[in-house]
């Protein structure tokens, strides 16, 4: 298994995961927050043509996840994965799709990967984040969260891939220009997590055969890459997974699983 990011943070976020079995490759999206012509370029920058992709898989209903989803799942006729509750946010926006409905832990297979849907705390209508096998790796996906809880954390145990959140530093959002009732926002309970509260959380679930770990969804304001790259290799030191964070406009390349 394998995934690259096409961006990652407030302006935009997708993820591209493809596993491979014998000669039958599956590749998801995951969230389809960029516009169309856009989300083709940087396709293209990682070797992916439309026609590769066999579903896009969305996370929730906000623009930097879902804005380019259903026009693009139109022109490349696409099917989408998504809660209940995100399509109903999404109403009106929906096109010619095929659209499926996925739960909280409740496992859906798409080819040769399957994915174990979570409930995360965020404001938006029923959020869900993802973990994603192949039945060789286990790849756990945490952004847009605004704080740790006993449920997903449970769902990430065990994963040999994280791809977690680092969206601010408290101080220097605290120290931002952005407004009160933003920065309020933002590290409130539905808001998104802190370099710390990943820590916290990687204190909770690393274990010695997790082998990756991508910080996500960094500010542009509130966080530097360096600091995200640091914070995380510090807190995976014992274990020497290898570290990389996902930037907005180059996201990551290729990254293999094993
Ligand atoms: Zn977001
Ligand atoms: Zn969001």
């Not at 995961?17 to 856009?38: P, Q, W």
């Not at 605290?174 to 916290?200: A, C, F, M």
Request: net charge negative; glycine share 10%; with cysteine.
């Amino acid at each position: 298994m394998r995934m690259a990011s096409l961006g990652s943070g407030s302006k935009g976020n997708s993820l591209i995961i493809s596993a491979r079995k014998g000669a039958h490759c599956t590749c998801i999206m995951l969230d389809c927050g960029f516009g169309i012509r856009e989300t083709e370029r940087r396709l293209a920058r990682n070797g992916i043509s439309p026609s590769d992709l066999s579903a896009i898989v969305l996370t929730h209903e906000h623009g930097d996840h879902a804005g380019g989803a259903f026009r693009f799942a139109q022109r490349h006729r696409l099917p989408i994965w998504m809660s209940a509750g995100t399509f109903q946010a999404l109403e009106g926006r929906e096109t010619n799709v095929e659209v499926s409905f996925c739960h909280d832990g409740e496992p859906f297979s798409i080819g040769d990967m399957q994915l174990i849907p979570f409930t995360v705390p965020h404001n938006a209508r029923e959020p869900l984040q993802f973990c994603i096998t192949d039945g060789n790796h286990k790849l756990g996906v945490l952004t847009d969260t605004g704080r740790l809880t006993a449920h997903l954390c449970a769902a990430l145990k065990g994963c040999s891939t994280l791809m977690i959140e680092c969206n601010h530093d408290v101080d220097m959002l605290e120290k931002s220009s952005y407004p009160s009732s933003l920065k309020q926002r933002i590290r409130g309970e539905w808001g998104h997590l802190s370099n710390d509260d990943t820590v916290t959380l990687l204190k909770e679930i690393s274990h010695p055969r997790l082998k990756k770990v991508v910080g996500a969804h960094v500010s542009q304001q509130s966080n530097t890459y360096a600091c995200v790259q640091a914070t995380l290799e510090n807190a995976v030191n014992q274990y020497g997974s290898e570290v990389v964070v996902a930037t907005q406009e180059e996201g990551f390349g290729w990254l293999n699983m094993d």
